[in-house]
């Protein structure tokens, strides 16, 4: 392919990803397919002779898109959002062409400017502690990860080598592997499994602090954890709190949970991987109280930003901790500008040594919606689960199972757990909408969480009217 038929085929390319996405809704929104369904279709072997580019978009519909379940259609109500808008998307396209593999200033200034400036401006628009903001003297500042679960797991692993650090001061008898033996980390028992997957990467013990009845940690149960686990000797470091929790977005309590991490010499970590990006508006900025006392917050605009995956925005309030942890300084990567104050290298904030160019999204979307466009995005969405809640709450044969705060709904048909089992394998055969469950208290809870950009009030009637079909005969067969 040369640049003449680049020209053309990309054309075609953004005709055909548009009329995807214009006529989305029309395709199910889930595939009806055996596991394995794909390597019958094409050849075992990729091919000798180069192929038609026509014959690759056939194959397109005829392999792909059978499998795909389609995230972006209004009748997609699973997990949490996946942004996507065009800016996103054309951004990509630049990034893609670019091609920088930004892990140090120098092998590509831009890629590592834009980024630490889209990070203050994103911060700034969640109103952050000036302690997070970059700035050009500021000593904490901002990365694109490209997971919460990466950020989770680089906070953690900062936090680890800052205790070890910490202890070796006081006694530095003791060993590396003697402490880490007696370092113990906390989370919620409803924080999501990747905070969990971090402990077991970083070796480090982690017990999970029981919530109250609205599925968020209290200082006072945590507290209690933290003073058993000192009387026996543990060294308690590192504690996540979580802020939109996965089963039903619950918020723990940081401006009681702050405080206490801060005395006890714990770092604190924010995961508020969906939530977050409602703290854009002013009546939901309350939510994110308590910030103040963390030492690092994430979350991730590739949820519910309109920034296309991958994008995890994480703040560090001191960047040293995060530097500190993991530099590593070879000749072949080392610049004349490593050392200036204006320069950050963001191979030392991240998992990986590669990065791609991801802040030129950020760009492109800030600008071309604006902060009151960002606002009226997450705001409409909020108003449909409204508007679902309402739909669950006037027929008695359901119940509402959590707080709705933002753009999630946790029902369930008053019954047995068998029953709304029942129900959801029913509601995902049909593949006319698409939910996942959770499990709150013990109950089997169906989640309906509004995803889709494109999602407006008449595919929420539509959804819930499915619904309804689909209990009364459920219902009928089961008195039967």
């Not at 055909?16 to 369904?37: M, Q, S, T």
């Not at 392999?63 to 972006?72: F, L, S």
């Not at 089963?247 to 702050?258: K, Q, R, V």
């Not at 925005?313 to 001191?318: F, I, N």
Request: hydrophobic content about 40%.
């Amino acid at each position: 392919m040369d640049a003449a038929e680049f020209r053309r085929r990309g054309k075609e390319m953004v005709d055909y990803v548009a009329d995807y996405l214009e006529n989305i809704e029309k395709r199910p929104v889930y595939p009806d397919l055996e596991p394995g369904y794909l390597r019958s279709l094409i050849p075992n072997e990729a091919p000798l002779e180069p192929e038609s580019y026509e014959d690759i978009i056939k194959d397109v519909e005829r392999v792909i898109m059978p499998g795909v379940t389609h995230w972006h259609s209004p009748y997609f109500f699973a997990y949490f959002p996946a942004a996507s808008s065009y800016p996103a998307m054309v951004a990509d396209m630049l990034c893609g062409a670019i091609g920088c593999i930004g892990f140090s200033w120098a092998a590509s200034p831009a890629c590592t400017e834009l980024e630490t400036v889209m990070l203050d401006w994103l911060g700034k628009m969640l109103q952050l502690p000036e302690c997070f903001i970059a700035g050009t003297h500021g000593r904490g500042g901002g990365v694109i990860q490209g997971t919460a679960s990466e950020a989770t797991l680089m906070s953690l692993l900062a936090a680890r080598c800052k205790a070890v650090r910490r202890v070796q001061a006081i006694n530095a008898k003791k060993s590396e592997s003697e402490i880490l033996s007696k370092l113990v980390a906390y989370t919620s028992d409803q924080a999501h499994s990747s905070v969990e997957r971090a402990a077991l990467i970083g070796a480090v013990m982690m017990r999970k602090v029981p919530t109250d009845n609205h599925y968020a940690v209290r200082k006072e149960m945590l507290k209690k954890m933290v003073e058993e686990d000192k009387a026996a000797g543990l060294i308690p470091f590192y504690f996540c709190a979580t802020l939109g929790t996965t089963p039903s977005c619950a918020f723990d309590h940081l401006t009681e949970l702050g405080p206490l991490c801060n005395e006890e010499n714990m770092w604190m970590h924010i995961d508020a991987a969906y939530a977050g990006s409602a703290f854009i508006c002013p009546e939901f900025r309350p939510l994110l109280n308590g910030v103040e006392f963390a030492d690092s917050f994430n979350f991730n605009p590739h949820k519910w930003l309109l920034v296309n995956f991958d994008c995890s925005a994480m703040w560090v309030k001191e960047r040293a901790d995060i530097i500190g942890a993991f530099k590593m300084e070879p000749l072949y990567l080392k610049h004349e500008n490593q050392e200036s104050g204006l320069v950050t290298d963001y191979r030392h904030w991240q998992i990986p040594l590669g990065r791609r160019f991801r802040s030129l999204k950020m760009w492109f979307v800030f600008r071309m919606y604006g902060l009151k466009g960002l606002q009226a995005h997450i705001r409409k969405q909020v108003a449909l689960a409204k508007e679902f809640e309402s739909l669950v709450r006037a027929d008695k044969r359901f119940e509402i199972c959590a707080e709705v705060v933002l753009g999630l709904v946790c029902f369930r048909l008053k019954g047995s757990n068998e029953l709304n089992q029942e129900l959801l394998k029913r509601i995902t055969k049909s593949r006319e909408i698409h939910l996942v469950p959770c499990q709150l208290s013990g109950r089997f809870v169906l989640r309906f969480a509004i995803c889709a950009r494109s999602t407006e009030s008449h595919h929420i009637q539509q959804a819930w009217q499915h619904i309804t079909q689909l209990t009364f005969e459920l219902l009928q067969e089961a008195s039967h």
